[in-house]
């Protein structure tokens, strides 16, 4: 039996997701991110039907505002210095242990009060014996299959911004050691201009054992060689390669944004896929809805969490059942 942490398909108990809460992060954008969330943990919640969602806010205006906006869910107030909970919170493997792995804010680029320790006091308010690495991991940087497989890539994983003293060697050591993941398939960059420096939960989902979606370039791609170069590694290491539209070349304010369908949230009930006014909006949640034909598939915009570089899946982070 593997060590490794349930994959996202298994059951949930739960999903902390972050609830945007600093009115100076998020200026203008502010309350339509907030709307925006909510319509996500409703999503999840599904009536009841999908799992208990937690929405973290840093501070009792925030924990007001999502009470307001999300009265099903339960509001967990703890300080943090953004929400992306998936590279914040803990990791929880079995049923009682969570893994908090050192954070120093994407290699250096935001340095934010709260956000090095919010994932220990996350999983010890949910009576969770934690287990600190010390070691930079932030949890969009991989994903696991559930078998003791994870995928990751070389422009994060490997960026000396990280932690420059490990090789790679050392790097599948400390997964296999603290994670239980044996195997690691190494792709290679992130998409253009994610300041994540290339994590892979952008690129790249495992939605089976050994299945690993990944999207093919649309119309002007500014990724297609990305794409191209993840998929070859994938195939040539062994992996079904199930093929998911991308959003192709979406612009804010004149910029190349790492728009991706791959941040999509695989809850109990439903599936939540980040969409973008993009054409192949509709054929991209058509495409997951096929992989996961026993949950909703459900295509929700995004536009002011993305302002911020992020989506769904980079906000929640889930608690195993």
């Known amino acids: 039996m593997t060590r490794a942490p349930k994959p996202e398909w298994a059951p949930h108990k739960a999903v902390w997701i972050g609830f945007p809460s600093h009115p100076d992060l998020w200026e203008d954008d502010l309350d339509q991110a907030r709307t925006e969330v909510a319509a996500f943990a409703a999503a999840v919640h599904a009536d009841g039907q999908g799992e208990e969602v937690l929405l973290v806010a840093a501070d009792d205006e925030a924990a007001e505002a999502a009470r307001a906006l999300a009265p099903f869910a339960e509001i967990v107030v703890e300080p943090f210095g953004d929400i992306w ?50 070691w930079v991991l932030e949890g969009g940087a991989i994903d696991g299959d559930g078998t003791g497989l994870v995928v990751t890539t070389e422009q994060c994983l490997l960026n000396p911004n990280r932690n420059p003293g490990l090789s790679r060697v050392e790097i599948e050591a400390r997964l296999d050691a603290d994670l239980g993941y044996d195997r690691v398939l190494w792709l290679g960059d992130g998409l253009l201009n994610d300041h994540t420096d290339g994590h892979v939960d952008n690129l790249a989902r495992f939605v089976g054992e050994g299945r690993l979606a990944l999207p093919v370039a649309g119309e002007n791609d500014p990724n297609w060689q990305v794409y191209q170069q993840a998929a070859d ?25 790492p728009a991706s369908y791959m941040n999509f949230y695989i809850g109990n009930a439903a599936v939540v896929v980040p969409v973008y006014g993009a054409p192949d909006d509709d054929a991209a949640v058509a495409a997951i809805q096929a992989i996961f034909p026993g949950r909703s598939v459900v295509g929700l915009r995004a536009d002011a969490i993305l302002t911020g570089g992020g989506s769904f899946h980079c906000i929640s982070q889930q608690i195993p059942a």
């Open 85 to 134: 909970l998936r590279d914040t919170g803990p990791i929880i493997a079995g049923d009682r242990v969570a893994h908090d792995f050192m954070f120093n804010g994407w290699g250096g680029k935001y340095d934010l009060p709260g956000d090095d320790d919010i994932g220990r006091r996350l999983a010890t308010q949910r009576g969770k014996a934690v287990e600190s690495h010390a």
């Open 233 to 257: 590694r994938a195939r040539a290491f062994g992996v079904e390669v199930v093929p998911v539209p991308s959003p192709g070349r979406v612009l804010r304010d004149g910029e190349v944004i």
